[in-house]
């Protein structure tokens, strides 16, 4: 087989592929010695079913596998550096080696103890949390627990155990699986902490929280939250970390860290994929 082109490109495997069945290396039957424009068009179609690599947000051609195109990671805005040590929200300014708290986290007094976010809720993250969401690919519940776990590492302390918020069991009737604790079997998989997925439980069916203000948003969950009653052995004295998908007012995850305080837990942290910023 001769190796064509020896030159310059990066070479990945598809293209690789590519120009070795070009000239004329792995033709099926050996006939045909001239590569058509169908022939081409064939090995096109064939190289994009082989090539693995595909943006996890847009589905464009990416480096790596679950990785993310150019453009949609210069949209990500990926939250590290100075961040709220309740919410995750990126600050500006250098670490003062203390926990620094936004505005938003000052003024509402958040029930939990620590919080993290992987990205701020632009573009990319909207496309992937909503794909999650809707069950089209479930199997983004996998780069994105892994980058969960990385930005909660900070805030992992060890016998944790981790729990997604809960949704109620109608909802997650027609949603066919609740794309928190698909993401929370990640994030404890990948820290190797306990996973309880039912830690909590929906005490009622509460209307979408879309389209309310602040207040409405926390006044919609009031109560709506339980421990789950079997699960309480598992909530006493331990240290809980609370997972949603994304970070809005915050009233869901209030009110789910309150249910495991009532519930006996020493503490909650929480993290989220996606923070919507201040005003959202
Ligand atoms: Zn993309
Ligand atoms: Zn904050």
Redesign the pocket.
């Known amino acids: 087989m001769r190796q064509g082109g020896e030159a310059e490109a990066p070479a990945s495997a598809a293209t690789d592929w590519l120009r070795r069945n070009r000239d004329g290396g792995a033709r099926p039957g050996g006939a045909a010695p001239r590569p058509g424009r169908a022939l081409r068009r064939a090995l096109g179609a064939a190289v994009r079913l082989v090539y693995p690599a595909a943006?996890a947000?847009?589905?464009?051609a990416?480096d790596a596998e679950f990785g993310?195109?150019p453009?949609?990671w210069r949209d990500a805005g990926f939250l590290g550096g100075l961040v709220c040590d309740a919410c995750g929200t990126g600050l500006p300014g250098t670490d003062p080696g203390e926990p620094v708290l936004c505005d938003d986290c000052l003024a509402l007094d958040r029930p939990w103890a620590r919080g993290r976010a992987v990205m701020d809720y632009g573009a990319?993250a909207r496309r992937m949390v909503l794909a999650l969401k809707h069950g089209d690919r479930l199997e983004l519940a996998r780069p994105m627990g892994d980058w969960m776990a990385q930005a909660a590492a900070p805030i992992l302390v060890p016998g944790m155990v981790v729990a997604p918020v809960p949704l109620h069991w109608l909802r997650l009737l027609r949603r066919r699986s609740n794309q928190a604790a698909l993401l929370s079997a990640r994030i404890a998989h990948r820290a190797g902490l306990e996973h309880v997925p039912d830690l909590l439980i929906r005490a009622r069916r509460t209307p979408s929280q879309d389209g309310r203000d602040r207040q409405g948003r926390f006044e919609n969950l009031a109560g709506a939250i339980r421990p789950h009653p079997r699960r309480r052995a598992r909530i006493a004295g331990r240290h809980v970390l609370r997972v949603d998908d994304v970070l809005t007012s915050g009233a869901t995850l209030a009110a789910a860290t309150e249910a495991c305080l009532q519930g006996g837990a020493a503490a909650v942290s929480v993290v989220a994929f996606a923070r919507v910023a201040k005003g959202g």
């Open positions: 943006c947000a847009c589905g464009a990416a993310l195109c453009a949609c990319t």
